[in-house]
Nanobody, 120 residues
Framework: QVQLVESGGGLVQFGGSLTLSCAAS????????MGWYRQAPGKQRELVAA???????NYADAVKGRFTISRDNAKNMVFLQMNSLKPEDTAVYYC??????????????WGQGTQVTVSS
């Protein structure tokens, strides 16, 4: 099977920074696009940032200029550097990856989520 495990969430003050990490493991042949989504209470899950295997990035307007997504293809990891955090960034952040498995299937996998709370 395939697992995505996030780390790095927590409580931070307004204007502070956090870095989220996500590692994909298991029967992986290749990891394609990876990304971060978030879901605040009472709201739908939304895309925060995504990155292709080749390094092309895409950001939600709300985080452009403050968040940076990156990845380590050798380690099947994706990172989200979050700066200038605002209370409205408070949410559960989920890692997502499009993965080719070594048994020949392709699927969309999710991590369990990590809480980010920004105090005002």
């Amino acid at each position: 099977q395939v697992q995505l495990v996030e780390s790095g969430g927590g409580l931070v003050q307004f204007g502070g920074s956090l870095t989220l990490s996500c590692a994909a493991s298991g029967r992986i042949f290749a990891v394609n696009a990876m990304g971060w989504y978030r879901q605040a209470p009472g709201k739908q899950r939304e895309l925060v940032a995504a990155i292709t295997r080749g390094g092309r990035t895409n950001y939600a307007d709300a985080v452009k200029g403050r968040f940076t997504i990156s990845r380590d293809n050798a380690k099947n990891m994706v990172f989200l550097q979050m700066n200038s955090l605002k209370p409205e960034d408070t949410a559960v952040y989920y890692c997502n990856a499009d993965i080719f498995t070594d048994w020949g299937s392709k699927g969309d996998y999710w991590g369990q989520g990590t809480q980010v709370t920004v105090s005002s």
